[in-house]
C-alpha cells in the first residue's frame, strides 16, 4: 500500500513538474514572438537617432536590399544552423545565407577559416547574384552557452564601424540569434544592436569634428527581423531610441 502511494506521489509530482515545464517555455516563446506573424518584406521605419533612420524589415539576409549585409554566427558546432533547436529552413536566414553561397557560408565556418570567436569579423565578396548585397560582413558571437544579450551592443558598434571602413551609407543588420537555436530575449537585443551603431557613430562624429576622420556618414540600417518576431523587435528599438535621444 505504501509502494503504491509513494508511486502516486511520484507521478503526481512529475506530472506537475512537466505541466510547469511547459507553461514556462510557452510563456518565454510568447514573450519574445509576436501573436500574428508579419509579412515578408515588410518594413517600417521605427525612428531615427543622430540622422541614422533605424528600419525594420521582414527579410533574410541572402535577400535584403542593402549596400553590406552583416550576419552574426556563433562558433561552429556540427549541423547547428540546420539543428531541431534552430528555426525550420524555410524561416532560417542562416540556411538561406548557405544555399545562397552554395554551401560556403558553411565550409568557411567548418574549416575554421572563420572560427566564430566573440567579435571577431570576416568579409566576404559573394558571388554576382547571389545576394542582394554586394558584400557581407560575419561578426562572431563566441561560445553560443555563453551568450549574453549585452554582447549585442558591442556587435552593433563593431557593425557600424566596418560599415564606415567601408564607405557605405545603408547596412542590414542580421542578429541571427533564433535561426541558430538561441532563445533569447528579442526587444533586449534588439535594443541593445541599436545602442552599439548610435556608440559607433558617434565617436565617429567626434573623429569628424577633429579632423580625424572622412567617413560616410550613415544614412540607414536595416534591422532583419522574422515574420513572428517584428513586432517585438520594433518595441525594442524603439525603446532605444528614445533612450540614446535623451543622451
Not at 509513494?6 to 519574445?32: D, H, M
Not at 549541423?79 to 552554395?102: C, E, F, T
Request: hydrophobic share 40%.
Amino acid at each position: 500500500m505504501k509502494n503504491t502511494l509513494k508511486n502516486s506521489l511520484k507521478k503526481s509530482l512529475f506530472i506537475a513538474g512537466l505541466a510547469f515545464s511547459t507553461l514556462t517555455f510557452a510563456q518565454t516563446s510568447s514573450a519574445n514572438s509576436s501573436p500574428t506573424p508579419t509579412a515578408i518584406g515588410t518594413s517600417k521605419n521605427w525612428g531615427s537617432v543622430d540622422g541614422i533612420s533605424m528600419i525594420g524589415l521582414v527579410q533574410g539576409p541572402s535577400s535584403a536590399d542593402a549596400q553590406l549585409q552583416v550576419a552574426c554566427v556563433f562558433e561552429y558546432t556540427e549541423n547547428d544552423i540546420r539543428s531541431a533547436q534552430a528555426l525550420p529552413a524555410n524561416l532560417n536566414g542562416l540556411v538561406h545565407l548557405d544555399d545562397a553561397l552554395k554551401g560556403e557560408f558553411t565550409k568557411i565556418r567548418q574549416s575554421g577559416q572563420f572560427q566564430g570567436h566573440s567579435l571577431e569579423t570576416i568579409l566576404i565578396t559573394p558571388p554576382a547574384g547571389s545576394m542582394s548585397a554586394k558584400k557581407l560582413l560575419l561578426i562572431g558571437l563566441g561560445d553560443r552557452n555563453k551568450f549574453t544579450p549585452e554582447l549585442m551592443a558591442s556587435v552593433g558598434e563593431v557593425a557600424a564601424r566596418e560599415a564606415m571602413k567601408l564607405g557605405v551609407t545603408n547596412f542590414a543588420f542580421a542578429s541571427d540569434l533564433k535561426d541558430a537555436g538561441i532563445d533569447s530575449p528579442t526587444a533586449l537585443v534588439a535594443g541593445n544592436v541599436v545602442k552599439g551603431i548610435v556608440s559607433a557613430n558617434r565617436s565617429e562624429t567626434y573623429l569628424k569634428e577633429h579632423k580625424l576622420s572622412n567617413t560616410k556618414k550613415i544614412e540607414k540600417v536595416y534591422l532583419l527581423a522574422g515574420p513572428s518576431f517584428f513586432e517585438v523587435a520594433g518595441g525594442g528599438i524603439k525603446d532605444a531610441i528614445a533612450e540614446v535621444n535623451k543622451k
